[in-house]
């Protein structure tokens, strides 16, 4: 397959810059694998399209402030941007550095507030590993004068509600540095009346990484090398899942970084196990799912792996017309744009 055969013309005035009004308010695309229909709604009804029984699994990662602006003791501009925390430290972080001059290591950066970072050494993939030094706790900092990272795509700087609508409402275990978009347009009045349906909720989490951004550089699909993010499932998750399945319900993954991982975990024991570790899961058309039945989306960039994963679930040929549709329709593309629930 060529990384080619997964693209679309997408015009610039369908990126969604800012999110809806309302969470829930965005519209929602059809799908349906089994008669090959393409249909919407308004994401506030999305009950109407689950069954009692169905489980919804969410990412309940928490995007981190991870961009951080400063200066050299030159007076050059730097832009650092965390990428994970060194283990066992709260100081320690791997980071990928900009300025106009090359970084050494001894090199130091001045931060709002009194904050330095220190550039210790370069890591293996050519991203630095930072120490930062204040006279308070370094997330107390980060929290207060971080910037929220945004998608390049949107093309604008972060604002004050960014640090509000750019998290999901079940946003709750810090780490990643980009948001599991399709969560964004829960509210928590919604999934009350889920709930009140029968809908069971279950959550995992995922460290969103930088490489969700990162373009696919090579001509064939199968050469691109897959970047890893940490996860975790808790037990209680691996039971609603295996409740599920053994009910007869659908397991219904809210976002490609849910899928992911369920089927990393599956791929690896046979089954969704409790557990933690780093998931490199590649998925493209080709691939059989494991346990994923259903899958709630926004709409993705053309020849990403995101996209990749979706035409895997539903087949290349039906999403990317269901794209075009979309496109004709005037619907809003990628992190704050309207969603799809591929049925």
């Given at each position: 397959m060529?990384?080619t055969?997964?693209t679309?013309?997408?015009?610039q005035?369908?990126?969604?810059?800012?999110?809806?009004?309302?969470?829930?308010?965005s519209?929602?695309m059809l799908?349906?694998?089994?008669?090959?229909?393409i249909?919407?709604?308004?994401?506030?009804?999305?009950?109407?399209?689950?069954?009692?029984?169905?489980?919804?699994?969410?990412?309940?990662?928490?995007?981190i402030?991870?961009?951080?602006?400063?200066?050299?003791?030159?007076?050059?501009?730097?832009?650092?941007?965390?990428?994970?925390?060194?283990?066992?430290t709260?100081?320690?972080?791997?980071?990928?550095?900009?300025?106009?001059k090359?970084f050494?290591?001894?090199?130091t950066v001045q931060?709002?507030?009194?904050?330095?970072?220190?550039v210790?050494?370069?890591c293996?993939?050519?991203n630095?590993?930072?120490?930062?030094?204040?006279?308070?706790?370094f997330?107390?900092?980060?929290?207060?004068?971080?910037?929220?990272?945004?998608?390049?795509?949107l093309?604008?700087?972060?604002c004050s509600?960014d640090r509000?609508?750019?998290q999901?409402?079940v946003a709750?275990?810090p780490?990643a540095?980009?948001?599991?978009t399709a969560?964004?347009?829960?509210?928590h009045e919604?999934?009350?009346?889920l709930?009140?349906?029968?809908?069971?909720?279950?959550?995992?989490?995922?460290?969103?990484?930088?490489g969700?951004?990162?373009?696919?550089?090579?001509?064939n699909?199968?050469?691109h090398?897959i970047?890893?993010?940490?996860?975790v499932i808790?037990?209680?998750t691996?039971?609603?899942?295996?409740?599920?399945?053994?009910a007869?319900?659908?397991?219904?993954?809210?976002?490609?970084?849910?899928?992911?991982?369920?089927e990393?975990?599956?791929?690896?024991?046979?089954?969704?196990v409790?557990?933690s570790?780093e998931?490199d899961?590649?998925?493209?058309?080709?691939y059989?799912?494991k346990v994923?039945?259903a899958?709630?989306?926004?709409f993705?960039?053309?020849?990403?792996?995101l996209?990749m994963l979706?035409c895997?679930?539903a087949g290349?040929?039906?999403?990317?017309?269901?794209y075009?549709?979309?496109?004709?329709?005037?619907?809003?593309?990628?992190?704050?744009?309207?969603a799809m629930?591929i049925?």
């Amino acid at each position: 397959m060529l990384v080619t055969d997964f693209t679309y013309h997408l015009p610039q005035d369908l990126i969604a810059r800012h999110p809806a009004e309302k969470r829930d308010g965005s519209r929602l695309m059809l799908l349906d694998r089994s008669s090959g229909s393409i249909s919407e709604d308004t994401f506030c009804n999305l009950q109407s399209y689950l069954r009692p029984g169905d489980l919804l699994v969410m990412n309940d990662t928490r995007v981190i402030p991870a961009r951080l602006f400063g200066r050299k003791q030159t007076g050059g501009k730097v832009e650092i941007f965390l990428l994970r925390r060194e283990p066992g430290t709260e100081e320690r972080w791997e980071c990928l550095l900009s300025s106009s001059k090359k970084f050494k290591e001894g090199h130091t950066v001045q931060l709002e507030s009194g904050m330095t970072a220190v550039v210790l050494a370069r890591c293996v993939s050519d991203n630095w590993l930072v120490e930062f030094n204040g006279s308070e706790p370094f997330e107390l900092w980060l929290e207060r004068e971080g910037h929220i990272p945004l998608p390049p795509y949107l093309q604008r700087d972060d604002c004050s509600s960014d640090r509000e609508r750019y998290q999901t409402v079940v946003a709750r275990e810090p780490g990643a540095v980009a948001a599991p978009t399709a969560g964004l347009h829960f509210t928590h009045e919604l999934l009350a009346r889920l709930a009140s349906n029968g809908i069971n909720t279950a959550f995992l989490t995922l460290h969103t990484g930088l490489g969700t951004f990162q373009p696919v550089r090579v001509t064939n699909v199968e050469e691109h090398q897959i970047h890893t993010e940490r996860f975790v499932i808790p037990p209680d998750t691996a039971e609603a899942v295996a409740r599920t399945k053994s009910a007869g319900g659908r397991v219904i993954a809210v976002g490609t970084t849910s899928a992911r991982t369920l089927e990393y975990v599956a791929q690896q024991s046979g089954s969704v196990v409790a557990g933690s570790g780093e998931a490199d899961i590649y998925i493209y058309p080709g691939y059989c799912f494991k346990v994923v039945d259903a899958l709630i989306t926004n709409f993705h960039l053309p020849e990403s792996t995101l996209l990749m994963l979706v035409c895997a679930l539903a087949g290349r040929e039906f999403v990317l017309e269901a794209y075009n549709e979309a496109v004709s329709r005037g619907f809003r593309f990628y992190s704050y744009g309207d969603a799809m629930f591929i049925s």
